[in-house]
C-alpha cells in the first residue's frame, strides 16, 4: 500500500517538545530551580462537584439492567442538546434549536473532521498565529499545497495578526472557501468584536464561503459588547458553524465533551452547483464515523447547564481571569507590551528589545524561572512574542509575578 504522502510534508511539531526539552536540561543544570509553569495550555482546577455526582449516578445507571445504556444517538443526547439550545443560545435571544446541536468527544477533532464534508480542493485561510491544529489538519488533508521556502504553505491564505491589527484576522483581499477563525484567541487572548465579526460574515455571503468559527475560550468573554457566539451576527447562520468544548470552561479537558452547531439554514454547492445541506452531510459523517460521545461524560456535561453547574463555570472562568488580569497588569507595570488577558486566560507578550521569541523564552527562564511558550511556534506572524497563561494556580501567579515585580 501507499501512505497518505501529505504526513510526510507536515515537519515535526517541535514547540512544546522543544519547550520540555529546555525546561528539563535547565533544570539538570540547576538543581532545585523552582521553575513556574506559566506556558501551561491545560485548565488546573478538578471537576465541580454536581458533574462528579451527575457521572457517579449515570455509573449506577450502567449497573441495571433497566437503566443500562448502550450505543446512544450519535447526535448526543436530546436532553443535553436542549440544555445547550436554551442555555447557551435562546436565553441570549440567539436562534439555535437542540436538532442544530452535535455532540462530540472534544473540539479538536471536529475541528479536524469537518475537512470532511468540504472539497478537497478548498482554499482555507486561517489566522497567523494560530491554533497549530488548523495547519497540520489542512496539511494532512492535501489541502495545503507545497511548504515554501519562507515555511508558509502554498495554498493557504495567511490571515497575518500583528500588533497593528489587535491580533484579529481581516478580511482578505483574495477568495477563499474555508475560514478558521478562533475568538477569544488562542494564543493571542484577542477577541473580535462584532464589526469585525459582521465583515467576516459579509465576506462569506458575497464569496460563498465557509467560517468555522471556534469558540473554546467563549465563556471567558466577560464584556457584554463582545459577542461569544458567531450566531449573535445576522446571517451568520447562513455561513458559519461553530465549535465548542467543555475543556477550558468546565475543566473537561481529560473527560472529553464538546459540541458542533451546524445550522440547517447552512448550504454548500457540489459540483454541478446544487445546494446542499451541510447539517444532512455532518450527520451522514458523524452517523458514519462516530458512534456518540460516552453516556457517563454526557450526564456530567449536563450538569453543568443547572443552577449549580452553571455557578461552577463561573468560579472557575473567574478564577482563571484573575490569574490572567494579574500577568497583564504586572508585565504591563514591568514595561513589556501585551496583548489579551481581558476576556481570555492568554496573556501575549513582546519583548522590551527586539527579542525573537526564543530568546525572551530564555530570559524568562533563566532570570526569572517562569516558562512561557514561545509565540513563533503558532506561526510567523507570532515571532517576537510569548504566551502566557492564566492557568496555573492563583498562588503561583501571584509568585511568579512577584519575581518579575
Ligand atoms: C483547547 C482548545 C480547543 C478544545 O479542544 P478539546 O479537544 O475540546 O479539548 C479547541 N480550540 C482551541 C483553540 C483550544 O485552545
Given at each position: 500500500?501507499?501512505?497518505?504522502?501529505?504526513?510526510?510534508?507536515?515537519?515535526?511539531?517541535?514547540?512544546?517538545?522543544?519547550?520540555?526539552?529546555?525546561?528539563?536540561?535547565?533544570?539538570?543544570?540547576?538543581?532545585?530551580?523552582?521553575?513556574?509553569?506559566?506556558?501551561?495550555?491545560?485548565?488546573?482546577?478538578?471537576i465541580?462537584?454536581?458533574?462528579?455526582?451527575?457521572?457517579?449516578?449515570?455509573?449506577?445507571?450502567?449497573?441495571?439492567?433497566?437503566?443500562?445504556?448502550?450505543?446512544?444517538?450519535?447526535?448526543?443526547?436530546?436532553?443535553?442538546?436542549?440544555?445547550?439550545?436554551?442555555?447557551?443560545?435562546r436565553?441570549?435571544?440567539?436562534?439555535?434549536?437542540?436538532?442544530?446541536i452535535?455532540?462530540?468527544?472534544?473540539?479538536?477533532?471536529?475541528?479536524?473532521?469537518?475537512?470532511?464534508?468540504?472539497?478537497?480542493?478548498?482554499?482555507?485561510?486561517?489566522?497567523?498565529?494560530?491554533?497549530?491544529?488548523?495547519?497540520?489538519?489542512?496539511?494532512?488533508?492535501?489541502?495545503?499545497?507545497?511548504?515554501?521556502?519562507?515555511?508558509?504553505?502554498?495554498?493557504?491564505?495567511?490571515?497575518?495578526?500583528?500588533?497593528?491589527?489587535?491580533?484579529?484576522?481581516?478580511?482578505?483581499?483574495?477568495?477563499a472557501?474555508?475560514?478558521?477563525?478562533?475568538?477569544?484567541?488562542?494564543?493571542t487572548?484577542?477577541?473580535?468584536?462584532?464589526?469585525?465579526?459582521?465583515?467576516?460574515?459579509?465576506?462569506?455571503?458575497?464569496?460563498?464561503?465557509?467560517?468555522?468559527?471556534?469558540s473554546?475560550?467563549?465563556?471567558?468573554?466577560?464584556?457584554?459588547?463582545?459577542?461569544?457566539?458567531?450566531?449573535?451576527?445576522?446571517?451568520?447562520?447562513?455561513?458559519?458553524?461553530?465549535?465548542?468544548?467543555?475543556?477550558?470552561?468546565?475543566?473537561?479537558?481529560?473527560?472529553?465533551?464538546?459540541?458542533?452547531?451546524?445550522?440547517?439554514?447552512?448550504?454548500?454547492?457540489?459540483?454541478?452547483?446544487?445546494?446542499?445541506?451541510?447539517?444532512?452531510?455532518?450527520?451522514r459523517?458523524?452517523s458514519?464515523?462516530?458512534?456518540?460521545?460516552?453516556?457517563?461524560?454526557?450526564?456530567?456535561?449536563?450538569?453543568?447547564?443547572?443552577?449549580?453547574?452553571?455557578?461552577?463555570?463561573?468560579?472557575?472562568?473567574?478564577?482563571?481571569?484573575?490569574?490572567?488580569?494579574?500577568?497583564?497588569?504586572?508585565?504591563?507595570?514591568?514595561?513589556?507590551?501585551?496583548?489579551?488577558?481581558?476576556?481570555?486566560?492568554?496573556?501575549?507578550?513582546?519583548?522590551?528589545?527586539?527579542?525573537?521569541?526564543?530568546?525572551?523564552?530564555?530570559?524568562?527562564?533563566?532570570?526569572?524561572?517562569?516558562?512561557?511558550?514561545?509565540?513563533?511556534?503558532?506561526?510567523?506572524?507570532?515571532?517576537?512574542?510569548?504566551?502566557?497563561?492564566?492557568?496555573?494556580?492563583?498562588?503561583?501567579?501571584?509568585?511568579?509575578?512577584?519575581?518579575?515585580?
Amino acid at each position: 500500500m501507499r501512505i497518505n504522502d501529505n504526513f510526510e510534508k507536515l515537519p515535526e511539531s517541535y514547540l512544546f517538545s522543544e519547550v520540555a526539552r529546555k525546561l528539563a536540561a535547565y533544570k539538570s543544570e540547576h538543581l532545585g530551580a523552582d521553575v513556574i509553569r506559566m506556558d501551561i495550555g491545560d485548565v488546573t482546577l478538578p471537576i465541580a462537584p454536581c458533574v462528579i455526582e451527575a457521572m457517579h449516578r449515570a455509573v449506577n445507571d450502567m449497573a441495571g439492567s433497566d437503566t443500562f445504556h448502550g450505543y446512544g444517538p450519535e447526535q448526543g443526547y436530546l436532553s443535553l442538546r436542549e440544555a445547550i439550545a436554551v442555555v447557551d443560545y435562546r436565553k441570549r435571544g440567539i436562534d439555535i434549536d437542540a436538532d442544530d446541536i452535535f455532540i462530540s468527544d472534544g473540539a479538536k477533532c471536529d475541528l479536524g473532521n469537518l475537512g470532511d464534508i468540504y472539497s478537497s480542493d478548498s482554499i482555507v485561510a486561517l489566522a497567523d498565529p494560530g491554533y497549530p491544529v488548523y495547519v497540520d489538519t489542512t496539511v494532512m488533508s492535501g489541502r495545503a499545497g507545497e511548504m515554501l521556502p519562507d515555511g508558509h504553505w502554498s495554498n493557504i491564505v495567511y490571515l497575518d495578526c500583528n500588533a497593528g491589527n489587535g491580533f484579529k484576522p481581516a478580511v482578505p483581499e483574495t477568495h477563499a472557501d474555508v475560514i478558521i477563525l478562533c475568538s477569544p484567541s488562542n494564543p493571542t487572548g484577542a477577541v473580535m468584536t462584532r464589526e469585525e465579526l459582521e465583515n467576516w460574515v459579509d465576506y462569506a455571503l458575497r464569496e460563498k464561503a465557509l467560517i468555522i468559527f471556534d469558540s473554546a475560550y467563549e465563556a471567558f468573554v466577560r464584556n457584554p459588547e463582545l459577542p461569544r457566539s458567531i450566531y449573535e451576527i445576522k446571517d451568520a447562520d447562513k455561513v458559519a458553524i461553530e465549535v465548542r468544548s467543555f475543556s477550558k470552561t468546565a475543566g473537561f479537558t481529560g473527560l472529553r465533551c464538546g459540541y458542533t452547531v451546524v445550522p440547517k439554514t447552512l448550504f454548500g454547492a457540489d459540483s454541478e452547483g446544487r445546494q446542499v445541506s451541510l447539517h444532512k452531510l455532518w450527520n451522514r459523517r458523524q452517523s458514519t464515523k462516530f458512534n456518540g460521545a460516552s453516556y457517563i461524560v454526557q450526564r456530567g456535561a449536563e450538569a453543568l447547564y443547572t443552577p449549580e453547574g452553571r455557578e461552577s463555570v463561573a468560579r472557575h472562568i473567574d478564577y482563571y481571569l484573575e490569574n490572567a488580569r494579574t500577568i497583564r497588569g504586572c508585565m504591563q507595570q514591568a514595561g513589556y507590551t501585551v496583548f489579551g488577558g481581558d476576556d481570555s486566560p492568554y496573556v501575549w507578550v513582546r519583548g522590551k528589545n527586539g527579542e525573537t521569541s526564543w530568546e525572551l523564552f530564555r530570559i524568562m527562564l533563566e532570570k526569572y524561572n517562569i516558562s512561557s511558550t514561545p509565540g513563533v511556534g503558532f506561526g510567523s506572524q507570532g515571532e517576537g512574542y510569548i504566551r502566557l497563561t492564566g492557568f496555573n494556580s492563583r498562588e503561583n501567579t501571584i509568585r511568579a509575578m512577584d519575581r518579575i515585580k
